[in-house]
């Protein structure tokens, strides 16, 4: 059995579907559900799959709490479904080639500093590009700058709004981001 750990800052829609997937495998275990914020939906749908959860704050984590509690649960792989806070060096380095990133844009484009959830849907939008849609990396020491594993786009037309931009991204996540964690673990 693969262990893995899911890191989530908010509502956790990819977290559930990586749950729901994984629910009856018998190669992987989602192990643990941890986030930034004590009230973060991802926490309850946790609940609902009895996957246990675990919570700690932006200086914990710098201290180093939970790459001491990914230790102690034996993970083997963590998965970022739309985690906020950078992580720290010395946690990505105890998973080389083992933390796996969902980015809401075609990466190299909107990636970086500031560029997560809504803010990228409204960039897309901002820039009149006809096309936006989901990048699957491996996490390295760089932002945003790990091996991508998968892409899927999706059109953006004129009457599209960050919202409905939104919608189309997070249905490309939600029908993707399971089995490509399934092909890799
Ligand atoms: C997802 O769209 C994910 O790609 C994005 O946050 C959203 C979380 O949605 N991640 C980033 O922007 C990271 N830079 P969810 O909580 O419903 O899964």
């Not at 989530?8 to 977290?15: L, R, T």
């Not at 704050?57 to 739309?82: H, N, P, R």
């Amino acid at each position: 059995m693969k262990r893995i750990a899911i890191l989530a800052s908010g509502s956790g829609s990819n977290a559930e579907k990586i749950m729901e997937y994984f629910q009856d495998s018998t190669k992987v275990e989602i192990a643990l559900v941890a986030s930034n914020k004590a009230d973060a939906f991802v926490l309850s749908r946790a609940k609902k799959f009895e996957v246990p959860t675990f919570t700690f704050s932006k200086k914990e984590l710098e201290e180093g709490i939970l790459l001491e509690k990914l230790q102690t649960e034996k993970i083997d792989w963590v998965i970022l479904a739309g985690f906020l806070l950078k992580i720290p060096v010395d946690l990505i380095r105890a998973f080389p080639e083992h933390m796996v990133n969902i980015h809401p844009a075609l990466l190299p484009n909107y990636g970086g500093k500031g560029m997560y959830g809504s803010h990228v849907h409204e960039a897309v939008k901002a820039a009149g590009d006809t096309e936006t849609g989901i990048t699957i990396h491996l996490v390295n020491e760089h932002y945003d700058e790990g091996k991508i594993i998968f892409q899927a786009a999706t059109t953006v037309s004129t009457d599209d709004t960050p919202e409905t931009i939104a919608a189309k991204v997070h249905a490309l996540e939600h029908r993707y981001f399971p089995e490509v964690i399934g092909s890799l673990v």
